[in-house]
């Protein structure tokens, strides 16, 4: 198979879909591999060290587009590289397709068969390649929301861990999955006074056991995110239906009510985000201000961390990439119901629930609409 890695294009984007190492390992595995030129080099991948482990240097993303059979990326793809997309052709990246109507409709039309890093499973249900960026995010969620308590950024002017006589912090996490978990161990690391709130009573006692009791544990309620999200200095949204809009748990009502120059760190933005005055930001301009209320929605925050977030990435993605590879989409995904739950487009149609449900498409399981291309092939030829 010929493997495409077109370098990212979104506002401070600097992950790429494959390391050298990955490349290596896909050409080990009989396959040509082609990467855009600089497309890993601000984060210290030359393109020497492609070339050294069996890549060959391509000029643009449009001769990468035209002639490759597969299309690794990190970042879902902008408009004008969906309509280099066609038949056929197979894209895997993340989507994050339930928010993005317009994206949906051009991969549709492209007729490419799609699969999402954040809708692929385990056996244990888990997302394992949501996974690593969700460690990332959770961690800088912390890190990012320090920051801008600082006066100069807009905040209150808070230490998050305080000093001796002086308290810290609060935290609030909503949500107590992998983002939660690693915000909660970032912020207990900073001294901060932390709690998560989760509707899952065994998530809740396994954060207990995690913490030792150190981080506070409450049953997730209307109730309990107004109450802790008005005494907060910094509140983390963590929540995530897998493939779906994020919910709106912290209303306008409540962010007007919360402390001047408390802060609000949105980690479900790229689900539409799960705080009603969020919208996507940039790590160039990463921060606005709601009724004196800081809020950090940047869309691709691992990207801040282009070289850590790369590694971990490919550590999840590289297996799945070398049984698409070795056995060709249609065969690695009837192989493997874990990496079938990650189609969510395919020649056309709409194969993941969550998305066909919230953007008004019409639902195809994923094995019926892998049987159905392979019919209209069959009849084409």
């Not at 909503?174 to 983002?179: F, K, N, R, S, T």
């Not at 995690?210 to 209307?222: K, L, Q």
């Not at 189609?343 to 019926?368: C, I, Q, R, S």
């Amino acid at each position: 198979m010929l493997i495409g890695v077109p370098k990212e294009i979104k506002n401070h984007e600097y992950r790429i879909g494959l390391t050298p190492a990955s490349v290596r390992e896909l050409v080990g595995h009989g396959h040509e591999v082609i990467v855009q030129k600089d497309g890993g080099s601000a984060i210290g991948f030359t393109d020497e060290m492609y070339e050294q482990a069996g890549a060959k240097i391509i000029d643009t993303p449009e001769e990468i587009f035209a002639s490759a059979d597969m299309i690794v990326k990190v970042k879902e793809p902008q408009p004008h590289e969906c309509e280099m997309l066609r038949p056929g052709q197979l894209l895997y990246t993340y989507l994050h397709l339930a928010p993005d109507p317009k994206q949906t409709e051009l991969l549709v039309k492209s007729g490419a068969t799609c699969i999402a890093y954040e809708t692929v499973t385990d056996r244990f249900g888990g997302l394992p390649l949501l996974a690593p960026m969700s460690e990332v995010a959770g961690r800088m969620s912390v890190q990012c929301g320090a920051h801008h308590l600082e006066k100069a950024q807009g905040g209150l002017g808070v230490l998050l861990g305080g000093v001796p006589g002086v308290a810290p912090a609060k935290v609030l996490i909503i949500g107590g999955g992998v983002v939660g978990t690693n915000a909660a161990k970032m912020a207990l690391g900073m001294g901060a006074d932390v709690t998560i709130l989760d509707r899952s009573l065994p998530r809740l006692r396994q954060l207990d056991d995690i913490f030792g009791g150190a981080v506070r544990t409450e049953y997730s309620t209307n109730d309990a995110i107004e109450k802790h999200a008005l005494e907060a200095d910094l509140v983390i949204g963590a929540v995530l239906i897998p493939g779906a809009a994020a919910p709106k748990l912290l209303t306008r009502d409540h962010i007007s009510r919360m402390k001047k120059g408390a802060v609000v760190v949105d980690v479900a933005i790229d689900q539409g985000g799960c705080f009603e005055t969020s919208k996507a930001t940039t790590h160039q301009e990463p921060t606005y201000v709601v009724d004196g209320v800081v809020h950090y929605c940047v869309a691709n925050m691992p990207g801040g961390v282009a070289r850590t977030s790369t590694m971990a990435l490919n550590n999840a993605t590289l297996p799945f990439a070398v049984a698409l590879a070795n056995k060709g989409a249609k065969q690695a995904l009837l192989d493997d119901a874990n990496l079938l739950e990650g189609l969510n487009v395919h020649a056309g149609m709409v194969t993941y629930k969550a998305v066909a449900d919230v953007l008004g498409y019409e639902f195809v399981d994923p094995k019926l609409a892998l049987q159905k291309s392979a019919v209209t092939s069959d009849q084409a030829a």
